[in-house]
């Protein structure tokens, strides 16, 4: 496996590919990441990661800092998944100036939920996901890139982004990777304490319970905030801090309208236990 730190290298190290398939990561990887390795490798003549926790999508009383950070071991699961080149950049080889120019994502996708609650994540996203697909994509004639879909917003708002800007690359999505008891795998998961790791699940089991009543409702439009605020309160009476629990329409994330039905809809929710903040989705 390449190891490459400035685009040049990167560039450089890409040079034969035609097709690479790419896997945009903050590092900190488990089996969800390589499970998207696994199936970006098919994807492409050359398997490409990257590793940069990008300080654009935190807002300031995040976790920036404190984002787990686990460089040789990143490295080892990454070589023994068969990637091929590793573009891990530092903050001043990706952003050798200050980015001034930023992706402003369509604000009806990326203003709503996580958007809510994190204000600017999603143009932080989006400006360095551009700026990674360029780096790995420019002058290729056609690429893939593998993002999952725990991230589920995320996922929409760049494929709206790489449709929108006509971008040669095909955005292809992973699905969530769980732990034995149900947990959606992520790198801050690790933030919880044993007892708090123990009930972590409350929040899929929550989101389970919303798409059931979701999808058991005669009328969901006009029931579907009464069930959100119904699922909101019982997480709450767990203790748990949540943003939102809610049915969206999977083509759009807006809520249900008549004639939606299950089969086309979404529950996501995102949830503090402890200080942890947790996301998690289920299609329905
Ligand atoms: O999902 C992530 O890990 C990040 O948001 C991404 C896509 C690598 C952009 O920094």
């Known amino acids: 496996m390449h190891i490459v730190h400035t685009i040049a290298e990167l560039r450089h190290a890409l040079r034969h590919a035609q097709r690479p398939a790419f896997v945009p990561t903050m590092g900190n990887l488990h089996a969800g990441h390589l499970a998207l390795i696994a199936q970006a490798r098919p994807l492409g003549d050359a398997t490409v990661a990257s590793i ?7 807002l300031p009383h995040e976790d920036f800092d404190s984002y787990p950070r686990t460089w040789e071991a990143d490295c ?22 200050p980015q001034t120019f930023k992706v402003a994502p369509d604000p009806a ?36 890139a593998v993002f999952g879909r725990k991230d589920y917003q995320q996922l929409m708002v760049i494929r709206r982004m790489v449709q929108q800007f006509a971008l040669p690359v095909e955005i ?8 034995d008891d149900g947990l959606a795998l992520s790198s801050r998961n690790g933030y919880l304490s044993a007892s708090d790791r123990a009930r972590a699940l409350q929040l899929s089991q929550a989101l389970r319970a919303l798409a059931d009543a979701a999808s058991a409702a005669p009328d969901l439009p006009a029931r579907c905030a009464g069930l959100e605020q119904h699922a909101l309160q019982a997480l709450a009476a767990l203790g748990w801090q949540p943003d939102y629990l809610a049915v969206r329409r999977r083509a759009d994330l807006r809520p ?4 939606d039905a299950p089969g086309h809809l979404v529950a996501l929710g995102a949830a503090r236990l402890g200080g942890t903040r947790l996301i998690d989705n289920l299609e329905f």
């Not at 940069?52 to 935190?58: A, H, I, W, Y």
């Not at 080892?76 to 001043?92: H, K, S």
């Not at 996580?114 to 690429?143: D, I, Y």
């Open 256 to 259: 249900p309208a008549p004639g």
């Open 76 to 97: 080892a699961q990454l070589q023994a998944a068969g990637c091929d080149v590793l573009f891990a950049p530092r903050e001043a080889d990706l952003y050798p100036e």
């Open 52 to 58: 940069f926790v990008n300080r654009l999508q935190f």
């Open 109 to 144: 996708l990326a203003e709503l939920l996580e958007g809510q609650f994190r204000p600017g994540f999603f143009t932080g996203v989006a400006t360095v996901v551009m700026k990674l697909l360029s780096c790995v994509f420019a002058g290729k004639p056609h690429g893939a």
């Open 172 to 179: 292809v999505a992973g699905d969530i990777v769980r732990a």
